[in-house]
């Protein structure tokens, strides 16, 4: 263990965090050269340290090749208990920690859900800047152009095209109804506007907004993605000719018993004799 502490100093490394336990004589070998130990409560947390400080993981307290560098480490009151904070004080930093507080767990999750969303929209952005109105406004105007273009469509085409057109009117029907608005007035509301080319308006908490100026945005990505899979299902249903059951009925099934119905009904001429006692 000194030789292991010896060498990490020797490689200018003043940060080691260990997962596991850490005796005594480490701690004071280490606080002699001047080395801070962290001990991490869970293996994940060291997995994620290194994958963000691009440096590998060492089975013992030996010094990596690429050590990870940052400007500061030290500890942080958060609320009843410490945490520990590597500080960046560059335009390139690696990670960034978001501190979430809720009165209940479950603003807590709804929270942190909410995180994930925001970074899973903005990866989404980073591969294409590109966006489609929200609150069901980019929904209800391909409905309209579908509805428009199925009615004037002879033969099977027409109809397939109007049930795709009510089927994403339905997006803002349930906005409409998880906001506690009555369904029909905003949907009345929602078609005339769109049959009037006013394509900026959808869904909000009390009622019908302009999309807009309320910044209520999708990404195309999602948008696209989304929209790709239902058509991909709803072709593989049409697809399908027959629905074949293989059911056996009971009426037809084939007798296995190679004995004729007679023959087992007839009684044996063979009777079995019991011995009689004398």
Not at 85 to 98: D, I, Q, R
Request: glycine content about 8%.
């Amino acid at each position: 263990i000194d030789e292991q502490v010896a060498q990490l100093a020797n490689a200018c490394i003043n940060v080691a965090v260990v997962w596991g336990d850490v005796d005594e004589k480490t701690l004071a070998q280490a606080d002699n050269y001047g080395i801070m130990v962290i001990q991490a409560r869970a293996r994940r947390d060291v997995v994620y340290l290194s994958g963000v400080l691009d440096t590998p993981l060492m089975p013992y307290l030996l010094p990596p090749l690429q050590p990870g560098k940052c400007q500061r480490v030290y500890e942080q009151e958060l609320g009843e208990g410490l945490a520990v904070v590597f500080e960046w004080e560059s335009s390139g930093t690696p990670a960034l920690t978001l501190v979430l507080r809720g009165a209940t767990a479950e603003r807590l999750q709804s929270a942190e859900q909410a995180v994930y969303h925001g970074i899973d929209a903005y990866s989404q952005l980073c591969q294409d800047p590109r966006l489609l109105p929200g609150a069901g406004a980019t929904e209800m105007a391909l409905a309209k152009i579908l509805s428009e273009k199925g009615s004037r469509l002879e033969g099977p085409h027409g109809p397939a095209l109007l049930a795709f057109a009510q089927a994403l009117r339905s997006l803002p029907e349930t906005l409409a109804e998880n906001a506690g608005l009555l369904v029909s007035e905003v949907m009345a509301e929602l078609s005339c506007a769109h049959q009037a080319g006013n394509f900026l308006v959808g869904v909000g908490a009390e009622g019908t907004i302009n999309v807009a100026e309320g910044e209520v945005w999708d990404t195309l990505v999602a948008k696209a993605q989304g929209l790709r899979a239902v058509a991909d299902v709803v072709l593989q249903l049409v697809s399908v000719d027959e629905i074949v059951v293989a059911k056996r009925s009971p009426a037809n099934q084939q007798d296995l018993n190679p004995v004729p119905k007679k023959a087992r009904e007839r009684p044996s001429p063979l009777k079995k004799s019991t011995p009689r006692k004398t």
